[in-house]
């Protein structure tokens, strides 16, 4: 279920009150700047203004409205939601004109400068990799966090225009909304998370769920307000004795309890597989004091201690985040206390300054620290900053976003040097990890390490507050299995690098001893050689093939049965080739007169598959993926595995959908859960094979005492047909819940 576009085909404009509307946006815009504008930045925000609203003069937005809004709305969450300045705002309100209109980069620069110039060229260039859609989109995030953005500013831009297109999403055809949004999820909440932006990454996650899943978006949502009185009960009970000891304290102090996202609420939902009614942290309760900066650790602390005064915590989740913040700055103290009626309630207590560190990142952040005159100096400091974070080694693209991926969600460590120096690692790092984040040619030689005065080998996992020194020797090599004993990108980027380096070097003797052979067998090493000789040793490289010669894995007598080597007349393919999806999709065109492919009618025209991970029905909302060795497999747009798809091979998505035909019948899995009872499984298959003919294709059961939990795997025609049979499996005296599930293990989806 999805919101249909609008249609806008007879749109009556009032081009006055459209005016008003621009202008009043325009001022609002202003007005958010204010506090941050120097001098003659008002002037520049206005020429810009002018400069954009006359080259998009005649253009809409696909929802119809003036496309000047959206420009507008970009720079406006540039300032309110990033926290940038006068620069950002010029190059945000221009970021189309150069792509869309006849304004030339020349213009821009010959009026703002050179530095605008080239936030708004890094910005069309992006755009242009990021629309081609050709390529795969985790190269381009790549290259946009690179080669495109010297000045970082551009990736904070960037992020801003992808949050007012997720906002303004409704309008864009259904293929385009899901290609957004899990380019979204799959790429831009993870950055927006890295630099410290939580009201945006939050944002972005809940718009990605309400594009590829409304259902599940509005159920949560109603649920979240359906228990809003009882919840808000619940909170005024328990704040009440804290608030009257704080207002002892003599510091304003706000009291908020908001819940958690809708996104994560869903994620929680469908890792820990329990109802919306199980997620027991649905909210915290988060305790914020004005304070002078001086003081507001021994105020945060003096809260800490009125709160475990009246409610007992739980002594593991103590957080403190102020002593030592998160690596994207996140400063904050966390406990889970027990409330009178048993329950756990987190509470987080913090200050003003770092509340809205929370939400803006260091943006907010640099702007507490000086007044409004420093503030694009200090803006200069955090983005050097955001730049130094997002450096990485040379990884190819798709280890890269792994990578940054895997690295964000991972908690910290705090570890000391010899000499008392404080350093911040992830979690699980080893002392080889930390052997390289403190330089490379110490992790080169590292040969293991001192943990609080104890010898450990370099992959020893380091814990919060070990102190260690790293012990080298000159004569330490990197080697294969080291990859294995660290966790960091960095470390596993630099092993490589080395690695590589080292082969390289094989590779280069082994080229001498190949051409010494060859000369001896009276053959030239061309090009055509090469590739004989690597069809020849089933190598697929030629530094492989060198390597190896280097190495003496290939040795004489193998290379010399090359002589008799008679090249196959047909040349193969790589077997790892993508297929031509354009073809695929001319072929379904040409059949059908749409490009879009009917399962259960197309069979004729390409062979496709229902994907193993989500087993996908009719009813369902899916799409088609050209994968490289199994030809087209079919999701469902909800399917866990959708987002690295479609985010990362975008150009191989085919559209698909049903037929109307119900003759066939589907595979689709069923997770029963309920309490234990004599006679329950037999009841539960009763109700599933004689009543409503459904043909069961496997059954597994769990029995734990007292609960027990099945899967079952079933034949059924449609989602309408699963939901009758959901409704009348939970009517089984026992049952609990029934969902459907998706297996994430096992299949290889690409
Ligand atoms: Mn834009």
């Given at each position: 279920?999805?919101?249909?576009?609008?249609?806008?085909?007879?749109?009556?404009?009032?081009?006055?009150?459209?005016?008003?509307?621009?202008?009043?946006?325009?001022?609002?815009?202003?007005?958010?700047?204010?506090?941050?504008?120097?001098?003659?930045?008002?002037?520049?925000?206005?020429?810009?203004?002018?400069?954009?609203?006359?080259?998009?003069?005649?253009?809409?937005?696909?929802?119809?409205?003036?496309?000047?809004?959206?420009?507008?709305?970009?720079?406006?969450?540039?300032?309110?939601?990033?926290?940038?300045?006068?620069?950002?705002i010029v190059a945000a309100l221009l970021h189309d004109v150069v792509e869309d209109t006849d304004i030339q980069l020349l213009d821009i620069e010959r009026i703002f400068g050179k530095k605008i110039a080239k936030i708004v060229d890094g910005l069309t260039k992006i755009r242009g990799v990021f629309e081609a859609g050709t390529s795969a989109q985790a190269e381009n995030f790549r290259k946009m966090l690179f080669t495109l953005s010297e000045d970082v500013r551009v990736i904070l831009i960037k992020l801003a225009d992808r949050l007012h297109n997720m906002r303004t999403l409704e309008s864009m055809p259904r293929n385009k909304q899901l290609r957004v949004s899990s380019e979204t999820i799959y790429l831009y909440a993870p950055l927006a998370h890295r630099l410290g932006l939580n009201a945006i990454k939050t944002e972005l996650e809940d718009l990605y769920l309400r594009f590829t899943d409304y259902n599940t978006y509005r159920d949560i949502a109603n649920k979240i307000d359906e228990t809003k009185t009882s919840r808000n009960r619940f909170i005024k009970q328990f704040v009440q004795p804290i608030t009257e000891e704080i207002e002892k304290l003599n510091v304003d102090c706000e009291i908020k309890s908001r819940p958690k996202s809708i996104y994560s609420i869903f994620n929680k939902m469908r890792k820990q597989n329990i109802p919306f009614e199980e997620v027991y942290d649905l909210f915290a309760i988060r305790i914020i004091l004005d304070t002078p900066i001086e003081q507001e650790k021994s105020f945060c602390w003096q809260v800490y201690s009125i709160v475990t005064d009246y409610y007992t915590p739980n002594p593991d989740r103590l957080r403190d985040w102020i002593s030592t913040p998160k690596g994207n700055g996140y400063e904050?103290?966390?406990?889970?206390?027990?409330?009178?009626?048993?329950?756990?309630?987190?509470?987080?207590?913090?200050?003003?300054?770092?509340?809205?560190?929370?939400?803006?990142?260091?943006?907010?952040?640099?702007?507490?620290?000086?007044?409004?005159?420093?503030?694009?100096?200090?803006?200069?400091?955090?983005?050097?900053?955001?730049?130094?974070?997002?450096?990485?080694?040379?990884?190819?693209?798709?280890?890269?976003?792994?990578?940054?991926?895997?690295?964000?969600?991972?908690?910290?460590?705090?570890?000391?040097?010899?000499?008392?120096?404080?350093?911040?690692?992830?979690?699980?790092?080893?002392?080889?990890?930390?052997?390289?984040?403190?330089?490379?040619?110490?992790?080169?030689?590292?040969?293991?390490?001192?943990?609080?005065?104890?010898?450990?080998?370099?992959?020893?996992?380091?814990?919060?507050?070990?102190?260690?020194?790293?012990?080298?020797?000159?004569?330490?090599?990197?080697?294969?299995?080291?990859?294995?004993?660290?966790?960091?990108?960095?470390?596993?980027?630099?092993?490589?690098?080395?690695?590589?380096?080292?082969?390289?070097?094989?590779?280069?003797?082994?080229?001498?001893?190949?051409?010494?052979?060859?000369?001896?067998?009276?053959?030239?090493?061309?090009?055509?050689?090469?590739?004989?000789?690597?069809?020849?040793?089933?190598?697929?490289?030629?530094?492989?093939?060198?390597?190896?010669?280097?190495?003496?894995?290939?040795?004489?007598?193998?290379?010399?049965?090359?002589?008799?080597?008679?090249?196959?007349?047909?040349?193969?393919?790589?077997?790892?080739?993508?297929?031509?999806?354009?073809?695929?999709?001319?072929?379904?065109?040409?059949?059908?007169?749409?490009?879009?492919?009917?399962?259960?009618?197309?069979?004729?025209?390409?062979?496709?598959?229902?994907?193993?991970?989500?087993?996908?029905?009719?009813?369902?909302?899916?799409?088609?993926?050209?994968?490289v060795n199994e030809g087209i497999k079919i999701h469902r747009a909800n399917c866990p595995n959708a987002p690295e798809l479609l985010a990362n091979h975008g150009n191989r998505v085919i559209k698909a959908k049903w037929t109307s035909q119900h003759e066939v019948a589907f595979l689709t899995g069923l997770r029963v859960v309920g309490t234990d009872r004599v006679g329950l499984i037999n009841d539960v298959s009763k109700v599933i094979s004689e009543e409503l003919k459904v043909n069961m294709s496997s059954l597994s059961f769990k029995t734990d005492p007292g609960i027990f939990s099945g899967e079952i795997m079933l034949y059924v025609n449609d989602t309408r047909h699963l939901e009758t049979l959901i409704s009348k499996l939970e009517k089984v005296e026992g049952v609990e819940q029934v969902s459907r599930f998706d297996s994430r293990a096992g299949e290889k989806v690409s």
């Open positions: 279920m999805y919101l249909e576009p609008k249609k806008n085909s007879a749109v009556v404009v009032d081009v006055v009150e459209e005016k008003r509307e621009i202008i009043g946006r325009y001022r609002r815009l202003l007005r958010k700047a204010k506090p941050v504008l120097r001098e003659g930045d008002a002037k520049l925000i206005k020429r810009a203004f002018t400069m954009a609203m006359e080259a998009h003069k005649n253009m809409r937005r696909k929802s119809g409205e003036p496309y000047i809004f959206h420009p507008l709305s970009v720079a406006e969450i540039c300032v309110e939601e990033v926290g940038l300045g006068t620069t950002s904050s103290l966390h406990t889970t206390v027990m409330a009178k009626n048993g329950q756990w309630v987190e509470v987080q207590i913090r200050t003003k300054r770092m509340d809205e560190i929370a939400e803006k990142g260091y943006a907010a952040h640099w702007k507490y620290k000086d007044n409004a005159a420093k503030y694009e100096s200090n803006l200069e400091k955090w983005l050097v900053r955001v730049r130094e974070t997002l450096e990485k080694q040379d990884l190819t693209a798709l280890e890269f976003v792994d990578d940054f991926r895997g690295n964000l969600f991972n908690e910290e460590v705090f570890v000391f040097t010899p000499k008392g120096e404080l350093k911040t690692i992830a979690k699980g790092a080893t002392a080889l990890d930390f052997a390289f984040e403190i330089h490379t040619d110490i992790g080169a030689k590292c040969i293991g390490a001192k943990v609080n005065q104890k010898l450990v080998p370099i992959n020893h996992v380091l814990k919060n507050g070990d102190q260690i020194e790293i012990l080298t020797s000159s004569k330490q090599k990197p080697n294969e299995d080291w990859l294995r004993f660290v966790t960091s990108s960095k470390a596993k980027g630099k092993i490589k690098d080395l690695l590589k380096e080292d082969r390289r070097k094989v590779a280069e003797e082994g080229k001498e001893i190949l051409q010494r052979k060859l000369r001896s067998m009276k053959i030239e090493l061309s090009q055509k050689v090469s590739e004989q000789l690597r069809d020849f040793f089933k190598v697929s490289s030629q530094l492989e093939l060198l390597f190896k010669i280097g190495k003496g894995i290939i040795g004489a007598t193998e290379l010399k049965k090359f002589q008799d080597y008679k090249p196959s007349p047909l040349k193969k393919h790589a077997p790892s080739e993508v297929p031509d999806v354009k073809a695929i999709e001319q072929e379904i065109k040409a059949k059908r007169h749409e490009d879009t492919l009917l399962i259960g009618e197309d069979m004729d025209v390409v062979e496709y598959k229902l994907a193993k991970c989500c087993t996908p029905i009719p009813g369902d909302e899916v799409f088609g993926f050209v994968t």
